[in-house]
Structure formats: structure tokens, C-alpha cells
């Protein structure tokens, strides 16, 4: 477990260890999207994810529920599921309602989803099927890689000394849930949902749309994919000159998406001053990384983080972690 004295958290982190933490961040949401995606579209997954969150709001928001239905055995049954209306969906997501209607009523002709008159819903029996299963086996090992990551770099002590005031009783619990039997996959997935919209709306809210938020982030990750560990690991913002500049056509290969909605939304960030396109390519602009604006989003984005690994250490899963250790794999389905 790790622990924060509750009088550390009046002093933030300073930039360096903030940029640390979302760049911890960003990998792991575009990490998440590629397991949606397995080489596909990033969008038609990103639209099951959020009507899955949607489906599940009364199990998140109901304890007993989660841990009831925290394994990989025990999906939720359709009767405690939600439906949810295609607008609220576009909503959410900032895309256009005809879009977002056009695509899930494709889903549904595939069998990812049906359409009821209370709205969409993803039943629980494809949710019971081998291959997202071991989707969520993908994710759940995936945010244990996050947590420890965290850990063995101080993150979670940054991030504790840094939302401490906005978040009141996410202080590491003295007496935690002791999980037994086979790993919380399903529970920590649903948290892990939670947190990866959450991640991609606050984003969206600063570049136009969750989506251009991916692209951004897809961008910065490509960026800097070629250098050294060492040099990812510096406690410091990475000058543009070590940026690799990435080809728009490029980027949209590696994202799944349209070329012509890489272009357009790159144009736009380069309008809003989050990129800069040069003859080799596009590279993110780290003056962006500067400005009051990203130090709020950073801060934002830890109260976001440190929710989610709040809720995990309540429901016993970081304690579970740390009983079998980083190395436990969970095998395939």
C-alpha cells in the first residue's frame, strides 16, 4: 500500500513530477484504446466503452453490487443494467448525433450491442465472450502495470500530496477489503472505464473532443517513442528537438482512423497551439506544457487518477496486487 501523511498534501508536486504522472497518464489510456481497437478503428470501441460505463452506472455507484460481480465469471446480468439514449452518448463523447447513431445501429447489426427502446445496451452475454474476456484480462493486467509503475516512481505519493484537499476521505484507509479467490478483472475494468472517459472528456474539454484529445495524445506518445528510457525517465520536460516529427498519414494508420479526420484535427490543435507541423512531420508543442491551463489539467487529471486508485485500494484490489505481486499474470480466459 502506499501511504501520505495528510499534512504533505498543502504542497502540489512540482511541474516536473506532474509531467511525469501524465505521461504515466497517457500511455496508459492510448494503451487501453489500442486493447479496444485489437488493429482496428479507434471510434466504434470507443463508443462501446462509454455505453458499457453507462450500462454498469448502477453497479459503480452500488458497493454490494461491485463486489458481487467483481470477477471475470460474474458480468453483471442485464436486469441491474441501465440503458443509455444515443444522445447522451454523443454527448458525452462531443461527436455528432448522426454519427454516433449511424454507427451504433452498425454495432448492433453486428451483434456488439441492441437497441431497445429505453436506449442501447451491450448484454451481458457478449460481454461473457471469449474475446472480451480477454480484453479485460488485457486492461486489468494493464492498470496493475499502472499502479506499480506509480508506486515504485512515487506517483501515488504525488498524486496524494497533490489532491488531498480536493478529494475528502481518499486518504489510504487504515482497514481495506481483503479480496480472495479469483482477481477482481471485472470490478477494476469498471473502474478502469471510469477513469479512462473521465481522462478523455477533461482533455476534450481543452482541445474541441475527446477524440482530438486521442490524437493528441497519440501524437505526443509517437513523438517520443524512439528515445532512451533514461531520457523518458528525466524529471524534466523534453525540448521539441527531441521530438521525432510523425506523418499525419502515419498517424492515422497507428490510431485507426480516417486520414482526412487526422488532418483536420491536427490543423485545429495547431491553431490552438498544441502542435506544429514542420517538413518531417507533426511533433507536439511543449510550450504547451507550460501554461497555466496544463498545470490545472495535470491537477485535474491526478484528482482523476487518484480516484480511481482510491476505489481500488477500498475494494482490497491494490491490496490484492501487492499480495501476489507485479509479476502474476492472469492467463488467457
Known sequence: ????????????????????????????VMDVADIARQGGEVLDPLLLTAVVEANVAPVNQDPILQQKYATLDTPP????????SMNAIAASLGQPFETVRRRLNAL??????????????VPAARLAQDDYRRQSIERYERLKTLYFDLKEQGGLIDMAR??????????????????????????????????????LELLGRRVGDPLTGLVLMGLGRANIESLTPEQLAAGVLLPD???????????????????????????DLERRGYCQVTRQGVIFAVSAL?????????HENNVNLMRMM????????????????????????
Not at 495528510?6 to 497517457?26: D, F, K, M, Y
Not at 528537438?241 to 490543423?267: D, F
Not at 477500498?314 to 509479476?327: F, K, M, N, P
Request: glycine share 6%; with cysteine; net charge positive.
Open 290 to 298: 507550460v501554461r497555466p491551463q496544463a498545470q490545472a489539467l495535470f
Open 241 to 267: 528537438e527531441l521530438r521525432k516529427p510523425v506523418r499525419r498519414s502515419q498517424l492515422a494508420r497507428r490510431m485507426g482512423l480516417p486520414n482526412e479526420t487526422v488532418r483536420r484535427r491536427l490543423l
Open 77 to 84: 446480468p442485464d436486469e441491474v443494467r441501465r440503458p443509455v
Open 162 to 199: 497533490d489532491t488531498g484537499p480536493a478529494l475528502p476521505g481518499a486518504a489510504w484507509p487504515d482497514l481495506e477489503a481483503a479480496l480472495a479467490g479469483p482477481p477482481p478483472v471485472r470490478l477494476a475494468n469498471r473502474l478502469l472505464s471510469e477513469y479512462y472517459l473521465r481522462a
Open 108 to 121: 448492433a447489426a453486428k451483434g456488439e450491442c441492441v437497441i431497445t427502446p429505453k436506449g442501447v445496451l
Open 310 to 333: 482510491s476505489r481500488l485500494s477500498r475494494y482490497g484490489v491494490l491490496a490484492y496486487w501487492d499480495r501476489e505481486g507485479r509479476t502474476a499474470s492472469q492467463g488467457a480466459p
Open 1 to 28: 500500500m502506499i501511504e501520505a501523511s495528510r499534512g504533505e498534501h498543502s504542497t502540489p508536486p512540482p511541474l516536473a513530477a506532474h509531467w511525469l504522472i501524465a505521461r504515466q497518464s497517457v500511455n496508459f
